[in-house]
């Protein structure tokens, strides 16, 4: 019998009605359309030790997300990642993220 493990890499699918949401830390990968969706979702907590790379195509689309935290070792954003998101108002990179800056405090590069 294989044991299926606890630890997931990959976030695939979100309650559309969840309002708050904590990513584990071993997730690498938020998938395409993911939360598409949660248009009750204003709350994204990622932690400063997360191993997220990637948030995929339309991850977010119709979320009222305020504010997004980009950990030490995230990589990509895909096109269209917030797609129809209007509510989100700040992006904190963290400062051990060589990938991600901001200038001017307005604009992120990557």
């Known amino acids: 019998m294989t044991k299926i493990s606890d630890n997931y890499d990959v976030l695939i699918f979100a309650n559309r009605c969840v309002k708050t949401v904590t990513i584990p830390s071993s997730i690498k990968r938020i998938a395409s359309s993911a939360f598409s969706g949660c248009t009750n979702l204003k709350n994204i907590e990622i932690n400063p030790d ?61």
Do not use: Y
């Not at 009222?64 to 096109?79: A, N, Q, T, Y």
């Open 50 to 110: 997360s191993e997220l790379q990637f948030i995929e195509k339309m991850a977010f689309d119709l979320c009222p997300i305020e504010k997004l935290f980009i950990p030490s070792g995230f990589l990509d954003f895909k096109e269209m990642w917030c797609f129809r998101v209007f509510s989100l108002k700040q992006i904190v990179v963290s400062p051990e993220n060589h990938n991600f800056k901001f200038t001017e405090d307005q604009l992120l590069l990557g």
